[in-house]
């Protein structure tokens, strides 16, 4: 099978200027300085695409996605390596890129459509889908200028998804339109892959790239991490996307928590729990000088920040009076609701007018909850099915 | 190069769809529109008729017509390189984020100025017909002449819209040394006049390509055996003509090759 992008030991390095010098006094008079740090955006990058594959990129921001993106495009060269495409290719760097605000929606689409480097035959036979595509019939002899961003950005995205490159390359420009557009967007690509066409794209909604993506890489400070089929990739990223974000803590001290465990039923410390288990919070605090009244909290929250649960004291209408010296405060859960998935959990100590935060650790610990069930969602209901016939 | 010639030749629709650009957005939401391009060049003639003629009458006998001859490619000249100097610089939105060849971007500048210089020169020979001009024979130069400049003019367009890229200086520079340029050639003054006061230093004046370039443009448009047979407007050589149209397809190569040495790292840069 040919390879419709073959990208061989590419290295990328960027001169960081401390001052960006540009005129030519400047040049003279610090002509002998250095005056740029080396950054090497991309580290020996071995990447080869199968025609019509489907390619996601994925990484934290300044992974080098991009870079690896507008080198495949010849935006930019790399400094070391070599990159051949194999048949024509449309780049969705950014939406409607070189749109004229005072030309016409219909002007706007074969100039921006010659940008891309299709032609205006091509263009031609397909111009009424392009238009259908962005929902912009009564539109398209308008003035771009007059154009909503929506409908700026519905444009370029159905110019250049409708002018039939062999290699599509988007970046990050999914995100566009309503929830309609978008999965008209992805019905889209779905026909492009059928038509057996090769994608590469980069995002960092994870979830995309398990619909659309036969295959994954992700890199990491210009490094290939990991490369394999969603399936294996995304927990990957996710477990290291948890890492990166170091739990980070915030108070004045005068209630410091000390630590924190997760006790499973037969009290034991752990960090996997299965549906239904139940589960212990154990803070342990110290307070320096006694306080009056403080509430102490937790909450679970899963990879993207979404809060599945969270109480504290206060709201349980327990009144800890003044609290001194050394202590433990344990949250029971009862039974644990939570279907597979990772979750953290964070910790707080404030006041009772929730003025002053006392300690408040985020994502202070985290744990993995596993199914045996097979059913689908975030939360497990108990559910009986009654059927008759 | 070879590869960059075929690259552009490939793009060649969208060559042609920047030039359009260029003129369209240059007359959108104005009312008279493309009528502005021949409107120009009629003010012009109008004005320097009434100045030239009424005011400081010259020497020469319609030096309207002169003079007109070696401003219309001068000033086609001078707004391409203007145009085309930050035609990289200015569009970070396309050299960013679209990969095609960017000559396109200052040869599109040139290309809409050369459009600009056609419509001009048509209003002016209106003129001329209906002032029952007599034409030269030379007139048939005239592609020749055109071919002329805009090699020059390209190849240093390529190098400035370049240069511009890594040291924001040249714009500046342009700007002050084509107001220079304007002066040391002869344009509003005849070349007659340097001869004299030049005495035999005056072929240091020829070292100016647009010197060679005006007064081609003066001697085939303007006739000065009919119209100024002692004025001393034209002086062309044959070794002046062929040394300008070496240099200038020599800047033509020397541009184009140093637009695609440093053309990887515009993306970089601006």
Redesign the interface.
Known sequence: MAYAVEVNDVSKM?KLHHENV???KE?VLFFRRRGYEEFWALKDIDVKVSEGDTLGLIGANGSGKSTLL?CI?????PTKGKIATNGS?A?L??LG??F?P??TGR?NV??NA????F??KEVDKRFDDIVAFAELERFIDNHVRNYSSGMYVRLGFAVAINVDPDILIIDEVLAVGDEAFQRKCLDRINEIQNAGKTIIFVTHNVDVTQEICNRVIMLDQGNIVKEGTPKEVVPFYHKAMESHEESAERGDRRVTVTGAELLNGEGNPASEFSTGESMKIRVSYIVAEPVEDPVFGFSIDDYRGFTAYGTNTSLKGIDLGKVSGEGVVEFDLKALPMLEGRYSVSLSVHSRDEQTVYHWLDRYTTFDMYSQMNDIGLLYIPCEILVNP | MIAKLKDLWQHRELQYNMVVKELKVKYKRSVLGFLWSFMNPLIMLVVFSIVFALIIPGELSWFVVFLMAGLLPWLFFVNSLMQAVGSIVNNPGLVKKVYFPREVLPLGAVGANLFHFCMQMLVFFVFLLAIRWHFSIYIVLFPFVLLLQVFFTTGLVLLISAANVYLRDVQHFVEVATMAWFWITPIVYPFGLVIAKFGKFWPIYLVNPMTDITLLWQYIIYNPYYYAPKGGVAYISFWGILGTSILSIALLVFGYYFFCRTERGFAEQI
Request: no cysteine.
């Open positions: 960027f540009k005129s030519l040049k507008k495009t010849k935006i930019l060269y290719i780049a760097l950014e890129a070189g004229q005072d030309l002007e074969y100039l010659s940008i891309l480097g032609s205006k």
